[in-house]
C-alpha cells in the first residue's frame, strides 16, 4: 500500500487527532507540533506560545481510499476557521489554524479549499497556508488521548 501524508493545525490536538483517525483511509494519526523554531519542543514550552509552533496532527492515508481533499473538508467541518489563534477556550499561537501542505500538489488544493470554505462562509478565514518543516511529535501521553479516555 503506498500511502500519503498531511498536516493540519486545527486548535488542541487531541479532538482533531480522534476525528481524522476514525476516517476511513486514514492509516495512522500523530499529533505533536510545527511551524516554529524551537529544536524538539516539548508541551510545556509550546504552550507558552514563544516556539512558535502549532498544536498539530499528522496523517497517514491511503489516497486510494481517502483523497487530501477529503481530509481538508473534515478538517474545516471540526474547527471554526474564522478565529485567529484560538479554538474555544484554548488562546494563543499554538492553537491557530493552518494548513501545512506537504507537496505543491498539496498546496494547490489547500489553496482552492480554502477559497470554498471562504465564500461558503462569507467572511475571512483565518486559516494560514504554511511550510511544511519539521513535525516534532509530542509527548507519548499525549498520542491517541481521546481515545484511551
Known sequence: M???RAIFAAGCFWKPESLFAERSGVVETAVGYIGGHTES????EVCTGHTGHAEAIEVVYDPTKVTYSDLLDL???MHNPTQVNRQGWDI???YRSAL????SHQEDVARRSMERIAAKLRKPIATKLEAAGTFWRAEEYHQ???SRR
Open 144 to 146: 491517541k488521548y481521546l
Open 92 to 94: 494563543g499561537t499554538q
Open 41 to 44: 519542543p516539548t508541551y510545556k
Open 2 to 4: 503506498t500511502t500519503e
Open 75 to 77: 478538517f474545516w467541518g
Open 100 to 103: 501545512f501542505p506537504t507537496d
